[in-house]
Each structure stands twice: as structure tokens, then as C-alpha cells.
């Protein structure tokens, strides 16, 4: 509010209040603002009022309290977009670093190492920031990452130096999103992986090279900071050994549900695991956006019954879109790679690749990460009795049924954690 001239004590200018009095119903309410953001009677004094409910009743009539106001939304995208970038610029480096005519099964473990090692890295220092002990975090994410990198230089000896180079990549991510979130790492990181994709077009040798320095500095980078940020004793906090083991339950369910898969159906395989990236890149950001969406639908009523049962709906078909996002990407890639005739398996995890990655996505941003761990354990578990256990189960009714069951239960377990007022 402006300085204005008190009516009563003469020409005294009133100090101004940095708060917000539109719509106060009285004076006291008035009152009651002024005192909790610390204009209280010595203020009230000095502008020549006796007392604060005097101040306040003299503030009473330029106040229009009586006009509705509108709550401001929050339908709008918060910051998924840098991580997108950096999604995307990681996938696109990673895949200069794969040799010519690298086998499935390099494409399978490399992917599988940056995701595992990404997962853990980002559970554990988000649990830390959260909790205010990133030194301690940051401690057990270097040892994490040190373990990450030697299983993964191991398994380079004998399926190639990806396998590396994409848990390499899987620390730089996740340190950076963790600890310097943001425009500026999005754009480095884009910066980063258009250079050697433009050399990619001269020299497809010079380009891998290129990406190989590049992703060894960034390791070195993000293994300093790690190491700056970190406390030479870490102590074994419950909280932060729960969240690495949670998230790599999560990471390790999701590639299990995928070797049924990859053992039975290689060329499928490929085109889920595209069908995957996609609807990560489309997730990153949409996930935000829908979780703004409900905080804006819970601040537009009085009602938290109504509120409540608007949210459901909106997590219950936000779950059934993700899954059938899944499904038309993989008939889409299938077609466009022109992989032939395709297993009603392959489609079925599909779906339910499409609903767990949105189901836990949307589960992970309430704060759920033991629900994220156990949808993915159960849709991997799924697959896997599909795909490997009885592989002529798949599209008969009792699979589908199965699929159905799965999707319908996991958007309500979805529904009813978003829909919770500790989330508005």
C-alpha cells in the first residue's frame, strides 16, 4: 500500500505495509495481517495512530474487501522443459558413443546402466537436499557412482565401451539436475551434443572422440563436485538408504520387465525401447504440468470433496493416457522401422510400460517413492510372466484381462495418493 494521509492524526503520512489487505472482512482481520508481518503498535505509533486496531480501521475503508477475488493458477509448466533438453541432448550423445552395428545386447546394458545409475544418483541427492544433508548425500552418491562406473567398465570388457561411457553420462545427469538444476545445464548439455553431431556428418570418427573427451570431462566434473559437496564420515541415514534402495528397485523392475522381451523378440524390443524414450521426453514436462493443473483445480474451490474428486479423475486419466501413449508409439516406431508383424505381447507391454513410467512419474512428485518402486516391480513382473513364462499367454483373454487389472489398479493407487491435500 502507498503512503497515504491519516484522516485522523493530521498530515502524519503512513509508513508503508508491505502486505496484502484486500479482502480483510474487518478491522480486526486488518489487525491481525499487520501484526503477523510485523506492523504492529510501535509501527502504528509512529504514524500517529493510538493504537493498531485504530490504524487498521482507518485502512478499513480503502480497502475493497467486499470485491471477489480469483486465486492465481498454477496450469502452467514449472521446469520440466531443462530436463527435457538434457533427456534429449543424453540420449543423443550416448548414441554417438555406440561402435557401428553395436548388438542388441550392447544397446540393452548401456541403456541400462545409465538408467540405473541416474535413478540411484538422483534418488539419493534429491532425498539429501530435501532432508538437509546434502554432504552426507552427496558422500553416498560419490560411492554409488564409483561402484556404478567399475560394474559398468566390467561389463564394457566383454559387451563394449558404451556400457561405459552411458554410465558416465547417467552421473554427469543426475549431479547436474540435483545440484545445479536449470536453463544454464540445459543448455551446456545442448551446447554439448550438437558440436559432435554436426562433426557426426564430416567424420563419424573424429565425432566419437569428440563426444568421448566430452563425457570424460563431464564425469570428472560432476565426480569434483560430488567430492566438494560431500563429508569424509557419511553416516548410514535411514532416509537416504531407503531412497537408494527404492530407486533401484525401480530402475532394476523396469529393465527386468524388459530382458522377456529382449531374449524372445529383439526387433520388438528395439521398438519399445524407443517407444520408452519418447514417452520420457513427453513425460518430463506433461508430469509438471499436470501436477500444477491440480494444485490449481484444489485452490479454485471450497470444497475439498470436490476438489478431491476432481483430482482423481484427472491422475485416473492421466494414468490411462500414458498408457495408451505407449501403446500408439510402439504401433507407430513399428511401422516406421518397419519391423513386420509384431507380438500382441509386444503391444500389451506397451501399455503397461506407458502406465507405469506415468504412474510413477505422477507418484515420485508426491513424495510416494515406495509406491513408484512397487508399480514398477509389479508391471515388470507382468511382462515377465508374459513374455517368458508362458509367452502363449500373451493376447489370449486372460492376459488381457491381466493388463487390464494391472492398469485399473494402479490408477487408482495413483488417484488416491495426487489426490491427497498434503499434495495441493
Known sequence: MSATTNPVAGNTQVL???????????????????????????????????????????????ETHHVRTRVASE?????????????????????????????????????????????????????????????????????AAVASLVVAGLTGVFAGWAVLGWAAWGVTAAVGNSLFPGRRFAQICAAAAITPSLLFLWNPAVARLVVAAM????????????????????RMDRGLVNATALALVQSLSLQAGLVGLYLLHPESFTVIALAGFLLAVL??????????????????TTSWRRARRSITWIAITATAAGGLAGYLMCAALGIVLSAGEMSP????????????????GLLLRCGSAAGAA????????????????????AGSTTSVLLVVAFSMGTATVVAHHVAAPRNW
Open 374 to 393: 512397487v508399480i514398477s516391480a509389479t508391471g515388470a513382473a507382468l511382462m515377465l510372466v508374459e513374455q517368458v513364462l508362458d509367452p502363449t499367454m
Open 75 to 143: 496450469f502452467k509448466i514449472h521446469g520440466g522443459w531443462p530436463r527435457t533438453v538434457v533427456l534429449v541432448s543424453g540420449v543423443a550423445l550416448c548414441l554417438l558413443m555406440l561402435a557401428p552395428q553395436s548388438s542388441p545386447l550392447t544397446l540393452f546394458l548401456a541403456a541400462g546402466a545409465t538408467w540405473s545409475t541416474s535413478q540411484v544418483l538422483s534418488a539419493v541427492l534429491w532425498t539429501g537436499i530435501g532432508r538437509g544433508e546434502l554432504a552426507n548425500s552427496a558422500r553416498i552418491a560419490l560411492v
Open 215 to 234: 563425457v570424460t570431462l563431464a564425469l570428472a566434473w560432476a565426480m569434483k563436485e560430488l567430492s566438494r559437496q560431500s563429508i569424509r564420515h557419511a
Open 345 to 360: 505381447g509386444t503391444y500389451q507391454a506397451a501399455l503397461i510400460l506407458g502406465v507405469l513410467m506415468t504412474a510413477s
Open 283 to 300: 513425460l518430463e514436462t506433461l508430469l509438471d504440468y499436470i501436477t500444477g493443473f491440480t494444485r490449481s483445480v484444489a485452490a479454485l
Open 16 to 62: 508503508t505495509i508491505p502486505t496484502a489487505l484486500t479482502g480483510a472482512v474487518d478491522a480486526y482481520d486488518v489487525a491481525a495481517r499487520m501484526e503477523a508481518t510485523g506492523h504492529g503498535i510501535s509501527h502504528s505509533l509512529r504514524a500517529g495512530y493510538p493504537s493498531t486496531f485504530a490504524h487498521a480501521r482507518a485502512l478499513m475503508p480503502r
